[in-house]
């Protein structure tokens, strides 16, 4: 199983969600940008500018533009393209997207961190009328998304 995470944009939670999402499906989990991974996920996560291909592994992807990581992202089952309830993340979601379906088509967008039914409704109407065939996952705004990062605990370990 491979699961690449990415958006251009910055702080909509691909770092938490990769963790997350390897902690509890026991996977490795490889990174290109600075954060605590390799210290609240020891053995398994590394950050490298030259993330290598292998099985079991979760990719947190702040940029992509480099061979090795497109590579990855045409080789995995699976893209998760997070997005938050705001103009800009839906613009870099749009770009991101069209950037990566012609080398991956199994995306996912994980529509997060909506507040209330404003911004959930916010949501729905860009993204379903943007993405007609591309599956949408909601996750409302929640503490245990920061609590990952600051306590090592997955989502699942916080339930
Ligand atoms: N469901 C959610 N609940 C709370 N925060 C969320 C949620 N989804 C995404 N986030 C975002 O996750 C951010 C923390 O992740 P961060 O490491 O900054 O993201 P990235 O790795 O994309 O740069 C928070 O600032 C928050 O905006
Ligand atoms: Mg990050």
Redesign the pocket.
Known sequence: MIISIL?K????????FAFSIAKDLSLYLQSN?T?CIEQIYPNYAVITDTPKLIDNCVY?F?GFKSAGVLKIISESDYVIV?C?PEFNSLLRTMETIDEIKKINPNIIILA??YKDDAELSFLKENLENSFKSIPIIY?????I??NA?NSGKSFIDAA
């Open positions: 958006n944009k910055g702080g909509v939670g691909k770092t938490p940008d954060s947190d702040g997070p938050l997060t961190d996750f409302k705004s929640s503490k998304v920061k990062i």
